[in-house]
C-alpha cells in the first residue's frame, strides 16, 4: 500500500506501470471524468495515446466511464470528454463503454485502474482514489496548478492549484478491485437508460448497449505487505436494479459509522465538500461521547462554480454541518481551506479520512449524502497492522509514503498524515511537533491564525509559512434559502437511501 499524494506523482506512477505492459497484459478501468488529451507527464503522451497504444500492441484493454447527464446539464464538468476518450481508444482495438446504468441524477463516479500481468502475477497492481484521468488533475506540491485546466470559479485563476490523492495497492486486494469492476461491466442490463433520446446518444457515439464477455478471472496476486484493506462502496437504489447491489450498497457510509465511534483523539478529513446533516452527525455524536476527541477538516474555500444560483444551494448544506460540530464541541473542531505561496485558494479534490494515526479512508467518497446513499463510490478503508506493534513497514509493495525519503515509513496512517500535515503547515516532516495528534488543532490554528492576520495587514512582513486558513462559507440569504433548500435536497445533494431510512441518520 503507497499513497500518492497529487495528481503529477499519481500520473508518473500511472505511466510507469502502464509503458512497461506487454501484449496479453490486462488494463481495467472506471473513471468519472477522462480526457484523451491529459497528459501523463509534463513532456510527455497523453491518457489517450497510451492507451490506445496499448490497445494496437496487444494489450487487453477494457474500461468504463460514466456517461453524463449531458452538455446541457452538466457542462462544463463533463461534456462530451469521455465520449472521445472512449472513441480513441476504442478505434484502437480496446472496449471503452460509456455506462448510465445510474439513479436518475447519479453519477458512476468511482476511479479505480487495475493492471495484471499475464506472466508475473506479483506484479499486478490497482490504483483507487479521488483523480481522473482528466484536465486539472496533474498539479503537484508546489500547486501551481495543471496547464490542461478546465473552468473552475474564477477566483482558482485560469490554471486552478489542485490537491488530490489515490492510493497504489499491491497483493490479493488487486484481485479484489478487479471484481467490483467486473460486477460492473458483467450487469445485463442495458449500458443506455432506456429512452429513445439516450439509445440514439449511444448509437451516434458508436456505443453498444451491452459489453463483450469479460475473460476468465486469474488468481489474486500473493500477499505483498502489512496492510489489511476492506473495499467499501455505494450504489444507490434504482430501477432497474444493480444486480449485485439491488436495494443498492452504502457500506462507505456504515464503515466512517463505526469508525467515528471508535475515535479518541483525532479525527482528520481532507474533502471536497463536508455537507449533509447525515454526514455531520456521526462525528457530532463522537465529539459528544469523547471529550478528548478533536476535529480537523480541510475544504476548498470555494465551490468549483459559485454561481447565483448553485452557489447558496451549495453551501448551505455545508453551513449546517459546520454549525452542528461546532454546536457540541465549538473549541475542539477547526475547518480549514489552503492556499498556495501566491495566495491563490487551492481546490481540495482529495478524499482522506485519518482516525487515531491507526485508521484511514482514501477513494471516489465525498464527504455528503449523495456520495454515501446515491452515487456510485469505491473507497479504500485501511488497518496498518504495524501500528499496534510498532514495527515499521518497508520494501515492495509497503510502500515509504511518498516524499519522506526514508527507507522506512511509520505506519501507513501516521506516516500520511505527517506528509500531508508537513505540506500544509509548512513544517519539516521530522518535525516533533506533528507527532501529537492532541496538540495538531492548536498548531493548525496557529498557523492559519497567523496567515490570516499577515493579509489583514496588507504584506508588510514576510508571508509566514504554510498554506492553511481558518473557513468561514459565506452565508446564505433567507431569499436564496427558497430555493437553496429545495434544489440541494433534491438534485445538489439526493438521498438514494430505501425510502424507509430518508430522514434518519441510519444507513
Known amino acids: 500500500m503507497r499513497p500518492l499524494i497529487h ?34 507527464l509534463a513532456d510527455g503522451p497523453s491518457i489517450g495515446d497510451v492507451l490506445a497504444g496499448l490497445a494496437r500492441r496487444g494489450v487487453e484493454v477494457r474500461g468504463l466511464v460514466w456517461r453524463s447527464h449531458g452538455e446541457r446539464v452538466s457542462a462544463p464538468i463533463s461534456g462530451r470528454s469521455n465520449e472521445l476518450l472512449s472513441r480513441q481508444i476504442n478505434d484502437a482495438g480496446g472496449e471503452v463503454l460509456l455506462d448510465q446504468r445510474v439513479r436518475l441524477f447519479g453519477s458512476h463516479h468511482q476511479k479505480l485502474f487495475v493492471i495484471r500481468h499475464r506472466d508475473n502475477p506479483s506484479r499486478d497492481v490497482a490504483f483507487v482514489g479521488g483523480l481522473d484521468l482528466s484536465h486539472s488533475r496533474r498539479d503537484d506540491a508546489d500547486h501551481a496548478g495543471d496547464p490542461q485546466a478546465v473552468s473552475m470559479d474564477p477566483r482558482y485563476g485560469k490554471r486552478p492549484p489542485w490537491h488530490d490523492a489515490t492510493l497504489e495497492l499491491h497483493g490479493p486486494v488487486v484481485a479484489d478491485v478487479l471484481a467490483v469492476f467486473a460486477e460492473r461491466w458483467n450487469d445485463p442490463h442495458p449500458l443506455d437508460r432506456r429512452t429513445p433520446y439516450r439509445m440514439l446518444l449511444q448509437r451516434l457515439a458508436r456505443m453498444p448497449r451491452h459489453p463483450e464477455p469479460l475473460p476468465a478471472s486469474a488468481p489474486p496476486p500473493p ?19 444493480f444486480p449485485f447491489a439491488p436495494v443498492g450498497e452504502r457500506s462507505i457510509a456504515r464503515g466512517y459509522a463505526k469508525a467515528f465511534a471508535r475515535a479518541r483523539s483525532l479525527i482528520y478529513i ?34 468549483d462554480s459559485d454561481g447565483p444560483i448553485a452557489g447558496p444551494a451549495i453551501r448551505i448544506g455545508q453551513l449546517r454541518a459546520i454549525r452542528m460540530l461546532r454546536r457540541v464541541a465549538p473549541d475542539r473542531v477547526g475547518v480549514f ?21 491507526t485508521w484511514m479512508t482514501c477513494g471516489s467518497d465525498n464527504f455528503n449524502r449523495r456520495s454515501w446513499t446515491t452515487d456510485s ?18 520494501g515492495p509493495g509497503r510502500g515509504t509514503v511518498t516524499g519522506t525519503g526514508h527507507d522506512a515509513s511509520p505506519p501507513l496512517a501516521r506516516g500520511l498524515r505527517l506528509q500531508l500535515w508537513a505540506e500544509h503547515l509548512g513544517l519539516d516532516q521530522d518535525d516533533s511537533r506533528l507527532l501529537d495528534t492532541s496538540a495538531g488543532l492548536k498548531l493548525w490554528n496557529t498557523t492559519a491564525n497567523a496567515l490570516d492576520q499577515w493579509h489583514e495587514t496588507g504584506h508588510g512582513s514576510p508571508r509566514p509559512a504554510g498554506q492553511v486558513r481558518h473557513h468561514t462559507p459565506e452565508p446564505v440569504r433567507p431569499l ?10 433534491l438534485v445538489v445533494d439526493p438521498d438514494g437511501r430505501p425510502r424507509r431510512l430518508r430522514g434518519t441518520t441510519e444507513f
Open 480 to 489: 436564496q434559502r427558497l430555493w437553496a433548500v429545495p434544489l440541494s435536497r
Open 270 to 303: 481532507e474533502d471536497q465538500y463536508l455537507w449533509s446533516r447525515e454526514v455531520a452527525a456521526g462525528i457530532a455524536e463522537a465529539l459528544e461521547r469523547n471529550p478528548a476527541l478533536n476535529v480537523i477538516v480541510v475544504v476548498p474555500r470555494y465551490p
Open 377 to 394: 463510490e469505491l473507497t479504500c478503508a485501511v488497518l496498518d497492522t504495524t501500528a499496534d506493534t510498532g514495527e515499521e513497514a518497508s
Open 223 to 241: 500477499p505483498a505487505g502489512p496492510h489489511a484493506v476492506q473495499l467499501l462502496r455505494t450504489y444507490g437504489v434504482k430501477r432497474p436494479p
Open 7 to 40: 495528481g503529477a506523482t499519481y500520473f508518473a506512477r500511472l505511466h510507469e506501470e502502464l509503458t512497461a505492459l506487454q501484449a496479453g497484459d490486462r488494463v481495467w478501468f472506471t473513471d468519472w471524468r477522462g480526457d484523451a488529451d491529459e497528459r501523463l
Open 337 to 357: 481551506n489552503l492556499e498556495n505561496s501566491a495566495g491563490t485558494p487551492i481546490y481540495v479534490h482529495a478524499k482522506i479520512c485519518i482516525i487515531d494515526d
